[in-house]
Structure formats: C-alpha cells, structure tokens
C-alpha cells in the first residue's frame, strides 16, 4: 500500500452508524469514503421510529455509555432542528421504572418516574433529514458515498476497512450470529398528539413477535408500532399487523383511531447477542474495524459506537 493512502479509510454501510462512524474519522483528518448498496431512504436507519433510548441492544455494560455519548451530541444537535432533523420531545415510557434500568440511567436529565411509567423529554430524529445532514456533515469533511454493491469485505481496496454493514454482516463476514429482527410501523396524519408514548411489552408476542404500541410526532406524520418479529426477513407491510399497530396505539389515544393512514413502513434490526467492535489485520497488513449489531438502538448508541470504532482504526495515539 503506497503512502499516498496511508490515511485512506472505506467505510462499508451507509447507515446512521455507518455515515456517523465516517464522520468521525473524517473530522479526525482520514481521507474517507463510504460505499453502500444501499444509501438516504432505502438504508434500514431511514425506516427507524427513532427515539434515543437503548432498546434491544447488549452488551449493556458498555451500551449505556455508548448512548450517553450520544445523547449529549444529540442535544447539541437539537438546537438546530431544522438542519439536523433533531428535536428533544417530551414523552413517557408506559409502565417502566428506574430501577428497571441500568445505572445509565441516572445520568439521563430529567428521567422521572410518574403515574403512568418514565416521564422524559428525549432525542426524536427525523431519519430522512438525520441521515441527509450527516452525508452533507462528511461532505465538508472530505469524505463522499458511492452506492457500491460488494460482495465481500476482503474485495474492499483500501489500507483500512470499517464494516458498518448492520445486516448485511451476516453475509459479508460473514457472521450467522447477525438476525433480523422485523419491525413494521404506519405513518398517520397526526391529529395533534406532540409528545411520544411507548409501551413496555417488548417480547413474547406471538404472530407479531412482541407487539407493543408506541407512537412519535414526526414533522411527516405520527409514527405508529410496533413489532419486534424475530428471524423475519419480509419488508411487504402485512395489513393485519397494521390494523393491530393502529388498534393498540388508538387504546391510548382514541383520536388516533381515525386518523388517516399516510404509509407504511417496515425495517429488519441488525441484531445480534452482544455489537461487535472489534478490529483485525488482515493477511496484506490492512485494517479490518468491525462496527455492528445493533439491534434496534444504532440511532441511540452511533455516536459512542463511531469514536470507539474510529479509535480502532489507529489504536496508537488517535485511540
């Protein structure tokens, strides 16, 4: 590898942990481009109801810290809304309590308990924005996005290689421990609802594998779950799923219940038993910096993912 790309990194995935990750080492003076097959709207990150809380995501040791990092650039964010599609919202999370959490939590300003569960006024990101403000934030920094379909990590020609790939790592890797976990939302005209409400079922459904109701105000509409179907591959919106999405969000507020369906979404989460950060040197002397699995949470923990990832690439004094 001649020196003239020495500092050349190719980051593979075009998600929210993928062009955060970019950003990251591009800010740092790396020469960075980011290769996806899939880019903007069709990424799985685009789909995301996008809420900043860790949800299915291990290990937690670790995640809590990955998510305050995130939290605190995310409230910086939410000073320019418009920009960044970041927006802090107040909300509560039915049914859970403190000490349910992990000591993360107590760092969390303004988490409270009430009647109803957790109270919290939170990060909600409007993805299509989110995700173009951090291609046009890499662009500044030098760094550009090729959709680019590869079929194998060790085909990617440069010094150093960061595999954000979410799902697709099943494959790449390739590594089986990656699942998809499916998730199906419906987008309604909002009738006026501006604060966020999830609920705490999140496991042991059954045909909609751990159906729970959730809804976010989007400035596009009001975002409307969910389901959690594990080793589900199909991104066809299955009616019956939707009318049970709008049926259980309507139990806690009736005015959603006629509300005009807008769209339907549906996302595969790249979950796995615990993300993997992890870097290899490959049989040519590259660099090969794993950033994936996770879950349901990657809007939540890209940022505290990116440095740590960013660190592997040179874990001499950039670390």
């Not at 957790?118 to 924005?129: G, K």
């Not at 299955?238 to 049970?244: L, S």
């Amino acid at each position: 590898m001649g020196s003239d790309r020495s500092d050349e990194v190719i980051v593979v995935g075009a998600g929210v942990v993928g062009l955060a990750t970019a950003v990251v080492l591009a800010e740092a003076g790396r020469r960075v481009r980011v290769w996806a097959r899939e880019t903007g709207g069709r990424t799985t990150s685009a789909v995301a109801g996008a809420l900043w809380w860790p949800y299915r995501i291990e290990p937690e040791a670790s995640v809590g810290e990955w998510a305050l990092t995130s939290l605190a650039v995310y409230g910086e964010l939410a000073d320019r809304p418009e920009e960044t599609g970041v927006r802090l919202v107040e909300g509560v999370h039915g049914g859970l309590r403190l000490d349910g959490l992990g000591p993360w939590a107590a760092r969390v300003p303004g988490l409270a308990e009430t009647g109803e569960g957790l109270s919290a006024r939170l990060p909600l990101i409007d993805m299509p924005v989110h995700l173009a403000w951090l291609r046009e934030r890499l662009g500044k920094a030098g760094g550009t996005v090729e959709e680019r379909v590869v079929s194998g990590l060790a085909e990617v020609p440069a010094p150093v290689v960061v595999n954000c790939t979410g799902l697709g790592a099943r494959s790449l890797v390739p590594d089986p421990a990656v699942r998809p976990v499916r998730g199906q939302l419906v987008v309604v005209e909002n009738p006026g609802i501006t604060t966020w409400y999830t609920s705490e079922e999140e496991d042991e459904g059954e045909d909609e594998g751990g159906a729970s109701a959730y809804f976010f105000p989007q400035p596009g509409g009001l975002l409307l779950g969910g389901t959690a179907q594990e080793d589900a591959w199909s991104l066809e919106p299955d009616p019956d799923i939707a009318a049970g999405i709008v049926a259980r969000c309507a139990a806690v507020r009736p005015e959603i219940a006629g509300a005009r369906v807008l769209g339907h979404r549906v996302g595969l989460r790249p979950v796995r038993d615990a993300v993997r950060i992890a870097r290899e040197v490959r049989p040519d002397g590259g660099v090969l910096v794993h950033n994936y699995g996770h879950g349901g949470a990657g809007v939540t923990v890209a940022w505290g993912c990116a440095r740590e990832a960013a660190g592997l690439v040179d874990p001499g004094p950039a670390a």
